[in-house]
């Protein structure tokens, strides 16, 4: 296992959990890659180490506040109030020397602080400025999300860190832009900067929030009560400033032969991330997983190999966790390896790993709750209740519990273990949104 040199640099590890044994003719590997990050959040930046973050200082991250001001936000105007305060409290939580800027976003995106194309840093009198310009924001206008992503990223890129990080909040859809435009954007933005997106209400589209934070490696939620918004910017604050080294890879190099069926982050989150590959040499691949501060995530790797005999073991992955260099070198951060064996043991090729048979229940959870309320929304009665049924089915099998939780706001559970449900003749708009926008949430295997 390679790690970084310096005691006082957070450490990352790479666990493999596999079942290597393949039958005769078997040619897909499935393994779960547990990558974690310790060290972070107590430890201070050191010399040669240019993507870390050191807390004691903090001056290598910047980030950027997008808060929606379109029309919409005075109704009621406890949202407006509420994203103020939202964002104070945000600000409140930056440490001294980050950089950082607020941006009010419409139809067009405004710098509300501090203006003139530039970042503020972080002390008592600018945190204090900024608060004094938030009291000043009004709602008016449209909502054009990509104009504001577009103004954070040049903002952002103006610093000299390493750390690039935005949060946005919105109340309403997307209208004064095309999808395509906003798809562009996230395009351009992608791996410049990471961002987390809020919904806060129900006159927003879960799947532009959900989208947004996707593409750009953060996180969604809904805030469905205002009130709550100043607690939820607090801790997504608290989240950014402990991250300490960005741009990290997951890099997976296959034999000749082998090939990648599919990567996907299954742990804390499900995130697709086989289309977002980048080559990094012959046979290799890089796949994004953005800034890390003290955390462990899952990720489920398929390799498919070639044909071999019985008896026959081969590699087939190596899993590195890098930060690829402007040279185009790559500091290895930890490795771990993927194995194929060939054996005519039928007990030991037909057993499931008990980490991958998890996460393949978890994976197939968020992908029929979202099946399920799309069949609800286009009025498909049978359709929904089997995939939602199927879903509390899987959210109990798993010991899933706060997803148990979301689905039984919609549907009546009759036998959970069997998957047998009934649609709710009434559901709250705001415990839709939630299921949905939370589908994609995961439990950790029980060890």
């Known amino acids: 296992m390679a790690n970084f040199s310096k005691s006082n640099v957070p450490q990352f590890s790479v666990e493999v959990y596999q079942n290597e044994f393949l039958p005769e003719g078997g040619r897909e590997v499935n393994a779960i890659v547990t990558v974690t990050s310790t060290g972070g959040g107590t430890v201070g930046g050191a010399v040669g180490a ?11 991250a910047a980030v950027a506040l997008m808060v929606d001001c379109s029309g919409s936000m005075d109704y009621p105007a406890t949202k407006m109030r509420g994203a103020r305060d939202a964002s104070a409290a945000a600000i409140d939580t930056l440490r001294d020397g980050v950089h950082f800027a607020v941006i009010a976003g419409t139809h067009v995106a405004k710098e509300v602080y501090p203006g003139g194309g530039r970042l503020a840093v972080a002390d008592a009198t600018t945190r204090e400025q900024a608060k004094q310009a938030l009291r000043k924001l009004s709602a008016g206008g449209g909502t054009a999300i990509g104009t504001w992503l577009r103004l954070a990223d040049r903002l952002l890129s103006s610093a000299d860190v390493s750390i690039r990080h935005g949060i946005l909040l919105t109340d309403g859809r997307n209208e004064h832009e095309s999808p395509e435009d906003l798809r562009a954007t996230l395009d351009a933005c992608a791996g410049r900067f990471t961002c987390d997106a809020r919904g806060v209400g129900t006159d927003w589209e879960v799947k532009e929030v959900t989208g947004i934070a996707s593409a750009l490696l953060g996180t969604a939620d809904i805030v469905a009560d205002p009130a709550h918004l100043a ?15 960005a741009d990290v890879a ?4 296959t034999p000749l032969g082998s090939e990648i069926k599919f990567v996907k982050q299954v742990a804390p989150t499900v995130e697709e991330l086989t289309e977002r590959r980048t080559q990094a ?17 899952d990720y489920h790797v398929c390799v498919q190999v070639p044909n071999a005999d019985l008896g026959q073991e081969m590699l087939a992955a190596r899993v590195s966790l890098v930060i690829p260099q402007p040279d185009g070198s790559a500091q290895t951060l930890s490795q771990g390896l993927v194995r194929a064996v060939w054996t005519d043991d039928m007990a030991a090729s037909t057993s499931i790993n008990p980490q991958v048979a998890h996460y393949t229940g978890q ?9 399920g309320l799309d069949a609800r929304k286009s009025g498909d009665v049978d359709g929904a209740t089997a995939k939602l049924g199927r879903a509390v089915q899987l959210a109990a099998l798993s010991g899933n519990a706060d997803t148990a939780k ?5 549907v009546d559970v009759v036998d959970a273990a069997e998957g047998t449900v009934r649609l709710k003749a009434k559901v709250a708009e705001a415990d839709e949104m939630t299921l949905e926008t939370r589908s994609t949430k995961t439990v950790r295997v029980k060890k």
Request: charged share 25%; proline share 7%; hydrophobic share 35%.
């Open 281 to 297: 040499g012959p046979r290799a691949g890089d796949y994004p997983t953005g800034s890390w501060g003290d955390e462990s995530r």
């Open 231 to 245: 607690e939820d910017f607090t801790q997504m604050m608290e989240t950014a400033m402990g991250k300490e080294v």
């Open 406 to 410: 979301l689905l039984s706001k919609v």
């Open 250 to 253: 997951l890099r997976l190099w």
């Open 363 to 371: 994976a197939e959870l968020a992908q029929v709750i979202q099946q």
């Open 50 to 60: 240019p993507h870390l973050f050191s807390p004691g200082g903090g001056s290598d």
